[in-house]
């Protein structure tokens, strides 16, 4: 299979995942997955535990590395052998289900480092995207606070403050609000809606059923390693063509 192709190059797609394949030993996670995501687009990525929808977040930004298939971010292959990998990494932030704050550093110091080591910005600039990002989360009052002291949908604002000030491109979002005490989720979604209303390219994962029927452009359900159902939240949650969609959102909302 060629390294390029013209629907990884196409000037309106964000992310183009193309036959996709992941296999962890004798077991495979991922089969033959093939996604665009469009510049502006907010994906949301529902399924079971195990389904696969992890995996394939990482391999976007190759914290995992795919066992076959290729990944496209804005035309450039990230699965080619010559890519500079850490430079199209900075096009991608991610906001994991755990926070991954450092804990000897404030809040702002937490969004500063990576733009100093990273993007090799002044401390002073530096300094500056970190309140502004801050105070975009509503996190700009905790700035001086250590992780220790903040609550864990503070401390997830906090890290997602961190990915907004590299000036990512596109957003991911593994499990973001699964950690947090259900009061705590409101305030991140919250977060999240802002930044698709403001046309952020965001692929997310998540079981907030309630937020992908109101944000998602487009949803998608995954089982077994494979895309089982892709449409609008309208053609998903209310008519969804295959029985094991039916069965598992039957089962999110009885519970």
Partial sequence: MPSTSTRGASADVMISIQHLSKSFGATTVLRDVNIDVKRGEVVV?????GSGKSTMLRCINLLETPTGGHIFIEGNEITAKRTDVNKLREKVGMVFQQFNLFPHLTAKKNVELAQIKVLKR??????RIAREQLERVGMADRADFYPAQLS???????????A???????????????????????????VMRALAAGGMTMVVVTHEMNFAREVADRVIFMEGGVIV?????????????SARTRDFLGHITEH
Avoid: C, W, Y
């Fill in 45 to 49: 990525v529902l399924g079971p535990s």
């Fill in 164 to 190: 907004l000030a590299m000036d990512p491109h596109v957003m991911l979002f593994d499990e973001a609000t699964s950690a947090l005490d259900p009061e705590l989720v409101r305030d991140v979604l919250d």
């Fill in 152 to 162: 864990g949908g503070q401390q997830q604002r906090v890290a997602i403050a961190r």
């Fill in 229 to 241: 159902e892709e449409g609008t939240p309208d053609e998903v949650f209310n008519n969804p063509k």
């Fill in 122 to 127: 002044s401390k002073e600039e530096a300094a």
